[in-house]
């Protein structure tokens, strides 16, 4: 299900290529008059506007997206009110020798930050520069030429500081992400069984890297498959981490025996619990194929009905007129589990919504829909494709008739038996286990 683009901020001019001109803001209550900003220089073509404010209350008003440095002189009365910082440990005192600077850079958090001050207080001018000032300087040192270099670079600096700020950023989201796909979107358990396996996975264009759809597989003892896709509504990491909760829950309680309603309900407990809102809910498919593969369970919350494909005949969804709603909608919902026949030789496909809500051309507003898709794998069908191509051309031809990237992420999921070939794995098998027939026309049969 789709998670909505955030909304974008407004781009400060720190953060914009900047043009010929600057805008520097100069705060100071110099009330005898002693400093005065000298006539900057235009140094490369640069024009540096200056705005003035006399306390912290006309700088806020003044310090738009359109002044690119702070000029701060640290001897400007420190803030107070509620607005005041207050040291870590709870502290008070008269006058925090830096507390303005804290406030202007609370204030300006995207703007950069000259500290000004005199030449005999050299060390709570580095200080203001760990604190998080681009730069400091001294008044009695100040002229045109070097204020105008001051402001260029740490304009430039500040621009420096926020790319490799939201390049960290980038990486530890898709550091994010990349555990959420490992728990979204799993290595299958299948070890032992015929049968075979084939996924892929889409995320929507609205997001960067993983949505909240999720499947899982795994064979339980008894050599029974079970196969399950969900799809958490809602958007955000909040709900991308709840499907991992639901797929981890659901793949615990398969190998602990549990199957069908007792499952399902003790699945949407987890959600209940674990959601963020109670609006939010969860579709999920499960298909419990028996050890001989030749029939299987199937239980639907509120999601779309799998497709089968059997050897000489047109692809169909299986039975779906029993589902039950949606994990988290209806307290005490029961899921009935209805049985299939799949037949010796098949192809089950499931799958989110993401793949029929597709559009069918990219001016129109019509929908693929489930028996468009069906359509469409059996046109895939009819090429002879089956296993990791069927899916691979059935999702590329899904995202050609949406004329692009899909909105909604798509998952979908592929099981199938080929009987043929499990006889003549079976065949082999037996002629190459110790004391097995004798291949060869003279061999006698082992006494029984």
């Known amino acids: 299900m789709p998670v909505p683009v955030p909304r974008q901020r407004a781009v400060s001019a720190a953060e914009t290529t900047h043009g010929p001109d600057l805008t520097l803001l100069v705060i100071s209550d110099d009330a005898a008059g002693t400093f005065t900003v000298p006539e900057l220089s235009s140094e490369g073509g640069t024009r540096v506007r200056v705005r003035t404010a006399r306390n912290l209350t006309e700088a806020d008003r003044l310090l738009t997206d359109h002044v690119d440095c702070v000029l701060l002189d640290l001897d400007l009365a420190p803030p107070t009110g509620p607005r005041a910082d207050s040291r870590p440990d709870g502290a008070t005192q008269a006058r925090d020798e830096l507390a303005t600077l804290q406030h202007v850079l609370r204030i300006a958090p995207r703007h950069a930050v000259l500290a000004l001050t005199a030449e005999d207080d050299a060390e709570r001018a580095a200080e203001a520069v760990r604190v998080g000032a681009q730069d400091y300087l001294f008044r009695g040192e100040l002229d045109g030429r070097l204020l105008s270099r001051a402001i260029r670079y ?3 600096r500040k621009r420096a500081d926020i790319a490799q700020h939201q390049l960290t950023e980038s990486r530890l989201r898709a550091q994010e992400n990349a555990r959420l796909e490992r728990g979204l979107l799993p290595t299958p358990l299948l070890e032992g069984s015929d049968l075979g396996f084939a996924a ?8 960067a890297l993983l949505g909240g759809d999720f499947y899982d597989t795994v064979r339980t003892p008894d050599g029974t498959v079970h196969a399950m896709i969900g799809d958490v509504c809602g958007h955000g990491p909040d709900e991308a981490a709840l499907g991992v909760e639901l797929r981890i829950a659901w793949r615990a309680l398969t190998l602990a025996g549990l199957c069908g309603d007792q499952l399902l309900a003790t699945l949407q407990e987890v959600l209940e619990h674990e959601r963020q809102s109670e609006e939010i809910f969860a579709t999920l498919c499960t298909v419990d194929i028996a050890p001989d593969g030749r029939h299987a369970g199937l239980c639907l919350a509120g999601h779309p009905a799998p497709l089968i ?3 000489g005949r047109a692809a169909h969804l ?19 589990r209805r ?7 098949w192809s089950l496909v499931m799958y989110t919504d993401g793949l029929i809500e597709g559009r069918v ?3 129109g507003s019509q929908r693929l829909g489930q028996d468009g898709m069906v359509a469409m794998v059996n046109g895939q069908l009819e090429r002879g494709l089956g296993g ?15 004329g692009g990237e899909l909105t909604d992420d798509v998952a979908v999921l592929l099981l199938e038996r080929d009987e043929a070939r499990i006889r003549r794995r079976g065949r082999s098998a037996s002629r190459s286990r110790p004391g097995g027939p004798d291949p060869s026309p003279g061999g006698q049969r082992p006494p029984l």
Request: proline share 9%; aromatic share 6%.
């Open 318 to 336: 299986l039975p779906y007129q029993d589902g039950g709603p949606a994990l988290g909608l209806l307290p005490r919902a029961r899921w009935p």
């Open 154 to 156: 740490a304009v430039e």
């Open 361 to 363: 051309s990219a001016e």
């Open 339 to 345: 049985q299939v026949q799949l037949g010796g030789s």
């Open 388 to 402: 990791e191509e069927l899916l691979d051309a059935a999702v590329t031809r899904v995202r050609e008739l949406n």
């Open 200 to 207: 892929r996975y889409r995320p929507g264009r609205s997001r």
């Open 309 to 311: 494909a059997r050897s």
